[in-house]
């Protein structure tokens, strides 16, 4: 099964930008489909991005465009491209594989999941 290990969050300031990035291993990427979701203190986890196996990528409406999620199979990495930063943006980021071509955006749909990384939005 594969491992995946999410680095790339920190403070920022609103309207600043980070990159995240998750590392896959003990897999080969292209053959899963990934997503990032996200969970603030006292809510439930939520959907930011999914990018399936041959690069089409969907997001949350609450990220569309500020957010961009995009892969390196070469690297075995997927990226989360993160622009005008929002104080609400604040939360732990998680990294989530799901094995096949197709996109889910739910976290029931994903069986693999890093640890996350934790991204703080100052106002």
């Known amino acids: 099964q594969p491992q995946l290990l999410e680095s790339g969050g920190g403070l920022v300031q609103a309207g600043g930008s980070l990159r995240l990035s998750c590392a896959v291993s003990g897999r080969t990427l292209s053959s899963y489909s990934m997503g990032w979701f996200r969970q603030a203190p006292g809510k439930e986890r939520e959907y930011v991005a999914a990018?399936?196996?041959?690069?089409?990528?969907n997001s949350a409406n609450s990220v569309k465009g500020r957010f961009t999620m995009s892969r390196d199979n070469a690297r075995n990495t997927v990226y989360l491209q993160m622009n005008s930063l929002k104080p609400e943006d604040t939360a732990v980021y998680y990294c989530?594989?799901?094995?096949?071509?197709?996109?889910?955006?739910?976290?029931?749909?994903?069986?693999?999941w890093g640890q996350g990384t934790q991204v703080t939005v100052s106002s």
């Open positions: 989530a594989a799901r094995s096949g071509p197709t996109l889910a955006t739910t976290p029931v749909g994903y069986g693999y």
């Open positions: 990018i399936n196996a041959i690069g089409y990528a």
